[in-house]
């Protein structure tokens, strides 16, 4: 089993940038592959990027590819969303979240068990 603890979010003007963190306990991180996932107001939960368990290959929404990037330390059971050149469409709360599933669709919100409390970031116009 896995807990996890998103930091980072904030307030930023567009075209700024945050760097997010979602810190993992649980001996086995390693073995996770780990998703960044957000929610506007009045939407549904939505799937940002992901990355393998080794780092060797990472997957992006269209809406946030070439902004955003996706990176884990697996010494310190850390995964990281850096988001740059932000728009007030990126205002969501972000979500991290593990699955120990090595196969299906891993951009489906329903493919993972575990998930963090969420951080809210707003980038203002």
């Known amino acids: 089993q896995v807990q996890l603890v998103e930091s980072g979010g904030g307030l930023v003007q567009a075209g700024g940038s945050l760097r997010l963190s979602c810190a993992a306990s649980?001996?086995?991180?390693?073995?996770?592959?780990m998703g960044w996932f957000r929610q506007a107001p009045g939407k549904e939960r939505s799937f940002v990027a992901r990355i393998s368990w080794s780092a060797g290959n990472t997957v992006y929404a269209d809406s946030v590819k070439g902004r955003f990037t996706i990176s884990r330390d697996n010494a310190k059971n850390t995964v990281y969303l850096q988001m740059n050149s932000l728009k007030p469409e990126d205002t969501a709360v972000y979500y991290c979240a593990a699955t120990q599933r090595l196969f299906g669709d891993l951009s489906r919100r329903d493919n993972y068990g575990y998930w963090g409390q969420g951080t809210q970031v707003t980038v203002s116009s």
């Open positions: 649980g001996r086995t991180f390693s073995s996770y592959t």
